[in-house]
């Protein structure tokens, strides 16, 4: 699993672009900073859940 070592912030990064990358348009930027805003609240065991369910 490569996200073991990612810092908070590199695990905010990977999933914000795996949800982007998914909903294949782009969003606007108030909802990019909504997401991000709700990101950054989540603990690194909840981050590396979302990624392994996207993978």
């Given at each position: 699993m490569k996200?073991?070592?990612m810092?908070?912030?590199e695990l905010i990064?990977?999933?914000s672009a795996n949800l982007f990358k998914q909903s294949g348009?782009?969003?606007s930027r108030r909802s990019w900073l909504v997401m991000r805003n709700y990101l950054e609240q989540l603990?690194?065991?909840q981050l590396k859940?979302?990624?392994k369910?996207?993978?």
């Open positions: 996200n073991i070592d810092t908070h912030k990064e990977e999933v348009k782009l969003e603990d690194m065991e859940s979302m990624l369910d996207h993978e």
